[in-house]
T-cell receptor, first 111, second 113 residues
């Protein structure tokens, strides 16, 4: 079944650690996105990609980085996690301007 | 900056009532609008969309209305059920190329039986 997967679902990590949040989709979508969402709040775009080797920063400033080496994979990396990075991170993909499919998210807590 | 916003952070209704969730947007260049439903612990799920050349679009138990004059979107849910309890977001896509979904603040819908 075509879908989008995020791992891990939950992550508690110490300050200063490097972490990578995984996102994979099996729909062959060219466009992929990372959004950050605090509890009960709106989603803010932090990174997006329109294809392999293409990445752009979103509207919300983020200390994270992304890569797009394969169409189906769009990992997000934090080189040195801080408590201010505590949030939910949602990955999405789309084949065109609309029709976004979202993953279930990674809930990150930095202690 | 320009953003999409919802009028009320919470809405409580009784099962069987009709629900109306509102959203105001400020980017007149947006040409596509989407309503999403987000349940606890899940990502947003598509409910219904509407293009800027339309005023109304109906789905199963849901209707989206677009008023471009006052830049207002609404989502109407008929015969609201407990399973409709969730956070609802409107989102817009500006017409210019290379832009992604812009989300508004959510409305938490609580349905009591």
């Amino acid at each position: 079944e075509a879908d989008i997967y995020q791992t891990p679902r939950y992550l508690v990590i110490g300050t200063g650690k490097k972490i990578t949040l995984e996102c994979s989709q099996t729909m062959g979508h060219d466009k992929m996105y990372w959004y950050q969402q605090d509890p009960g709040m709106e989603l803010h775009l932090i990174h997006y990609s329109y294809g392999v080797n293409s990445t752009e920063k979103g509207d919300l400033s983020s200390e994270s980085t992304v890569s797009r080496i394969r169409t189906e994979h769009f990992p997000l990396t934090l080189e040195s996690a801080r408590p201010s990075h505590t949030s939910q991170y949602l990955c999405a993909s789309s084949a065109h301007r609309s029709g976004y499919t979202f993953g279930s998210g990674t809930r990150l807590t930095v202690v | 900056g320009e953003s999409v916003g919802l009028h009320l952070p919470t809405l409580s209704v009784q099962e069987g009532d009709n629900s109306i969730i509102n959203c105001a947007y400020s980017n007149s260049a947006s040409d596509y609008f989407i309503w999403y439903k987000q349940e606890s612990g899940k990502g947003p799920q598509f409910i219904i969309d509407i293009r800027s050349n339309m005023d109304k679009r109906q789905g199963q138990r849901v209707t989206v209305l677009l008023n471009k004059t006052v830049k207002h979107l609404s989502l109407q849910i008929a015969a609201t059920q407990p399973g409709d309890s969730a956070v609802y977001f409107c989102a817009e896509i500006p017409a210019q190329a290379g832009t992604a979904l812009i989300f508004g603040k959510g409305t938490t819908l609580s349905v009591s039986s």
